[in-house]
Every structure is written in structure tokens, then in C-alpha cells.
């Protein structure tokens, strides 16, 4: 299906054209204007046949669209790791609802706990219904390679912190990206899990009619026992 975001221009057989003003792909209802009308109509695209302006159809039900970036943000990843970017990482993880999972993309020293955080290069899912964007100048729907010049251009700076090697992470992504991609997404939420033998890759589907995963364990990243073990000794430390 293609992409919808508030701006997309629609065609309803009663109403004629008209353009999104507000949209939920978690439920499928959207706000809609159409010609001169002061008022918004609100509209469900699982029945109210709603069609793109040039007239293919907005089967939401049946080509449901990802209710989260992270498959389209591992892909992206994947791309610039071989480019030389390996020191490039994505952390993610649920918000307290267990409704959404939030994202953010790291560079430099591969730390899970201690990241640096740019502006732009976090979000969460329970923005990305409403507006399906990363927040670096990108478009809704922007395949992988859009994406990496979006952000390139976005934080040049940022990006070039990115630049060296870091082989085990990168093998153990591309694996990942490999056994996921395009349905799934992984999470790195430990919730109740032990942090030195927490079982295996959290896996989530990124839309409806997507069927639990069924694939391999995966592991977790390279070191992660190693560097929450670290972090729990110097918290013993701290208190002695």
C-alpha cells in the first residue's frame, strides 16, 4: 500500500478529492477535508473505500502499513554499515504501555546504556501513527536509500561519527536484519529478564496480519553480558 500521512490527497465516490489532515495507522481512522467544506470528516479506511487521488485503492486491512519505523530504520542501518559506517547503532526498546517501542540511533562507542543523543535521531511509534516520518527531513514512505541521504544531509556531522569498524556488531546485525526484515523488528528490552542471561532477541511484528515469529533464537548484541556486568560492578562500588 502506499504511504498515507496527513497531506496525502484521497478520492472518496461521494464526497470527490480531498486531502488527509490527520491519520492513525494503529486503528485505521483518519481526518479528512474535501473541497471548500469548513469541517473535517472523519473516515475509517477499513470501510469507508477511500482511494488514493489517482485511484488505487487504501486496502488498510489487507496491505497493512507498519506501525512502527524499525524495520524500515534496520534496513537503513544495514545499508550504511556496508558503507563503512559500522559504528552506527539502533537501540530499542517499549514505552511503559507496551503499546509502541521507541527508537534511537547511536554512533561512536557502542555503549547500550550510556548513549549520546542527537536531535532527530530518536522517536517512537506512538508518533510515527500519527506522522510516519523519522524527523530528519525525510518523507513518508522513503525507501532506504531516501532515508540515508535524508539523514546525511540532516546531520552530516552526526553521520561521520559513524565512520570506522566494528565487525562483531556489524555480522551479528546483518544476521539479524537477514533472519527480520521485512516483517519483524527486535527489541532490546530486558523487562523482567536477567540481565546476564536474558534468553533470546525479543522479535515483534512492525504490522497487522503478520504472524508471530517463528524463525531461529537470535542472539542479543555482541558484549551485551559483558557490559551489563560491568555496569552492575560499578554500581556495587558506588554504594560501598
Known amino acids: 500500500m502506499k504511504p498515507i500521512a496527513p497531506g496525502t490527497l484521497v478520492f472518496h465516490r461521494f464526497r470527490g478529492y480531498g486531502v488527509l489532515t ?33 485511484g488505487e485503492p487504501i486496502r488498510f486491512r489487507l496491505a497493512a502499513p507498519d506501525r512502527t519505523p524499525h524495520a524500515r530504520l534496520m534496513a537503513m542501518v544495514r ?62 514512505g ?5 532515508l540515508v541521504h535524508s539523514l546525511a544531509k540532516f546531520d552530516p556531522e552526526g553521520l561521520a561519527q559513524a565512520l570506522g569498524r566494528d565487525d562483531d556488531h556489524t555480522n551479528w546485525f546483518k544476521a539479524v536484519c537477514n533472519a527480520l526484515l521485512p516483517n519483524y523488528m527486535y527489541s532490546l528490552d530486558l523487562g523482567d529478564r536477567d540481565p546476564l542471561a536474558p534468553g533470546p532477541l525479543p522479535v515483534h511484528p512492525v504490522r497487522n496480519n503478520v504472524p508471530d515469529y517463528a524463525g531461529l533464537d537470535l542472539p542479543w548484541p555482541p558484549g551485551w553480558n559483558q557490559m551489563w556486568h560491568h555496569s552492575r560492578a560499578t554500581r556495587k562500588k558506588a554504594f560501598i
Open 79 to 140: 545499508e550504511l554499515h556496508a558503507a563503512g559506517y559500522e559504528r552506527l547503532y539502533l537501540h530499542s526498546w517499549p514505552r511503559p504501555s507496551g503499546m509502541h517501542w521507541r527508537w534511537h540511533l547511536f554512533t561512536g562507542t557502542r555503549n547500550w546504556i550510556y548513549r549520546p543523543w542527537r536531535e532527530g535521531w530518536y522517536g517512537s511509534g506512538s508518533d510515527y501513527i500519527f506522522n510516519p516520518v523519522m524527523g530528519w527531513g525525510d518523507s513518508p
Open 142 to 146: 522513503a525507501d532506504t536509500d531516501e
Open 22 to 54: 490527520a491519520v492513525n495507522l494503529l486503528t485505521g481512522w483518519v481526518s479528512a477535508r474535501f473541497g471548500s467544506e469548513a469541517k473535517v470528516l472523519d473516515l475509517n479506511l477499513s470501510s469507508d473505500e477511500l482511494e488514493h487521488a489517482d
